[in-house]
């Protein structure tokens, strides 16, 4: 089995070296990932899966990771001479930097051709959270995606592009928000749910018109 | 004006043909919701099906009905107190739940189990995959209309094995057993006697039993062989595991493959299927109960004395090192991982269930499709799925 390193290089030589990094993971599992550019993505996912090499034909498990926009506070350290002659001081300054967030799929592949027993992990990562959530679908690649990519778009609101049936698979169809990002705000009352029937009353209206101002008197109703 | 019709005889795509009616309702689909409570679904689940006569033309599943968003939960949760919430994904194999969640926490944190906790891990999971096939079997032998009495002799042994399994944790079904490098209490010398005495006295009576019974039962093969057909090609390629992969020929066990536990120090085989049919499915799982009862008694002769816990796993305000770890263990429905995030808090940042029952489900229209109404019943019962872990 080759090493993640030389598995990125293989695909910096193919696509280009902007199209993949690699993440690594400080925790003592040490299981490092690779940073696929999303317009690459879905081609780099053939060549792991059809690779005699590699033979990643078993896309285990697919999921997404909410990151939000996080604001970093960073201290600079800088001497100033004391223009009275005195010991220099030291003056900390405060920057604060906005990181943008984005919304992440993961993968974990596996071979059961070749029987890896450690996954490669590849990564996707939306370009923010609110307006531009697609990514690139990786069913055709995989069909077991298929589900667990429904499941993402319905808790973490990620588009896929080229998904045979994205559709919400545990959240009700006309239910608004994605349970599972971090600035979600539950419901005050959990017994109340938003059923089409407001929906419905206020299309039925069309059919039942108002009586207009200009007349006074209550409409009879005719028999 | 009968003798000008065609006769049109349509193949199916299981190599059976149906002959074409013309009649008035020639051409005429119906659409049938089997759920969400319908006895063969096995809980809150609900098929969309389309009908041409008695023939499944499309078939939907329908998610979400016992959903509680298990995984939001866990991000609230400490590590530890997320123990008891696995109990619930697939409660009727609960041990393995805790275990594949410890697992992966153990892989996060760097944690290593003592080696008699992991004998004892070995034999609660396996005494899990047991009594885990024995409802499969019990289930599907009734929803194939044997009409209750396998399925009252397999829950009579299921009963048997909850009431060792209580005396040990306190629980029937929620046993929150296992803990991050151990487990929550050591097991006695004489209850392991008693499981030894059970498995090779009354569990083995009943494995003959229901072989001699049914296995080999004409009716039941007549009904299961060739039935919810799953190619090998297209099962790696959906990611179905466990006995379900198994049976269309695919050797791949995770047991084997990661070697997780202490696994490779036991001689056991794993049955492979040929044809990926029911009767498949079914066998698959009368004949891993034989290897896990192997494997039971062969942890017990081995089984060292020593501490059950590690003294230096931390359970209580665990925070481990930011990182992330993926765990899976072969749990008796197929893969379970974990996936973990930490940013180094008492919370999982991100705490997935990869859960087996919802990918395995993944091909089930195309097992349904042209098939009838009745085998999508038992197609579905032999795959085996738990609402807890599907909807999660």
Not at chain 1, 200 to 215: D, F, I, M, N, Q
Not at chain 2, 189 to 208: H, N, P, S, V
Request: net charge negative.
């Amino acid at each position: 089995m080759e090493t993640l390193e030389q598995i990125r290089d293989r695909i910096a030589a193919q696509f280009g070296a902007g199209a993949v990094t690699l993440v690594t993971n400080p925790g003592p599992a040490a299981q490092h990932s690779l940073l696929l550019a999303s317009h690459a993505a879905r081609d780099i996912a053939r060549f792991l899966r059809d690779d005699p090499g590699l033979r990643l034909d078993f896309c285990s498990n697919a999921t997404g990771v909410d990151w939000p926009d996080k604001e970093i506070v960073e201290t600079t350290k800088t001497t100033q001479p004391d223009p009275a002659g005195g010991p220099a001081k030291v003056v900390e300054t405060k920057t604060k930097r906005l990181q943008p967030g984005c919304l992440e799929a993961v993968y974990h592949l596996y071979s059961m051709a070749l029987k890896s027993p450690a996954p490669v992990i590849i990564r996707l990562r939306t370009v923010n959270r609110t307006d531009d959530v697609t990514l690139p679908s990786l069913t055709p690649v995989w069909r077991s995606c298929e589900f667990q990519e429904r499941e993402i778009y319905d808790l973490y609101g990620i588009v896929f592009t080229g998904h045979p049936d994205l559709r919400r698979i545990l959240m009700w169809d006309e239910f608004k928000d994605h349970p599972m990002r971090k600035d979600y705000v539950s419901p005050d009352d959990y017994e109340w749910e938003p059923t089409p029937h407001d929906d419905v009353l206020e299309r039925a209206k069309a059919h039942y018109p108002a009586p207009s101002a200009s007349t006074t008197q209550t409409p009879e109703v005719t028999k | 004006m009968s003798a000008t019709l065609p006769d049109i005889n349509i193949a199916l795509p299981n190599g059976a043909t149906a002959r074409r009616v013309e009649d008035e309702f020639h051409g005429d689909l119906l659409e049938i919701s089997l759920g969400p409570h319908h006895p063969s679904t096995h809980g809150v689940f609900r098929m969309n099906a389309t009908l041409d006569g008695e023939i499944i033309t499309t078939l939907k599943p329908v998610f979400g009905y016992l959903h509680r968003n298990h995984e939001k939960l866990g991000e609230t949760n400490s590590y530890l107190a997320n123990i008891p919430y696995t109990d619930r994904l697939d409660y009727l194999a609960s041990l393995t739940n805790n275990w594949a969640y410890v697992h992966a926490v153990e892989k996060l944190a760097g944690f290593v189990p003592t080696e008699r906790c992991e004998y004892l891990r070995v034999i609660l999971g396996e005494l899990s995959r047991i009594i885990n096939h024995v409802c499969l079997v019990g289930f599907l032998l009734n929803d194939l209309g044997t009409s209750f009495t396998p399925l009252l002799y397999s829950l009579r042994e299921r009963e048997r094995m909850l009431d060792l399994l209580e005396e040990l944790t306190g629980a029937r079904m929620m046993y929150n057993f296992m803990r991050f490098g151990g487990l929550r209490t050591d097991v006695s010398a004489d209850w392991l006697a008693r499981l030894k005495t059970y498995l090779e006295g009354l569990f083995a009576r009943y494995l003959d039993e229901q072989d001699a019974l049914l296995t080999g039962n004409e009716i039941l093969l007549a009904r299961t062989q060739g039935t919810g057909v799953l190619k090998p090609g297209l099962a790696i390629n959906a990611g179905i595991t466990g006995p379900g992969l198994r049976a269309s020929g695919v050797d791949y066990d995770i047991r084997k493959v990661d070697k997780y536990s202490i696994y490779e120090r036991f001689d056991f085989r794993v049955p492979l299927g040929e044809h990926g049919d029911t009767y498949d499915r079914y066998m698959m799982r009368m004949l891993e109960m034989r290897e896990s009862v192997k494997i039971i008694l062969q942890a017990m002769r081995d089984l060292p004395e020593g501490p059950v816990n590690d003294p230096k796993a931390k359970s209580r305000g665990l925070r481990p090192k930011a990182g992330e770890a993926y765990g899976r263990i072969e749990c008796p429905k197929g893969e379970l991982g974990f996936y973990l995030i930490s940013d180094g808090t008492p919370n999982p940042y991100r705490y997935r269930v990869r859960p087996p029952s919802f990918i395995n489900l993944t091909v089930l229209e195309d097992m349904c499709v042209g098939q009838t109404l009745a085998d999508a019943v038992i197609t579905l019962g032999s795959i085996d799925i738990v609402l807890g872990e599907v909807d999660r």
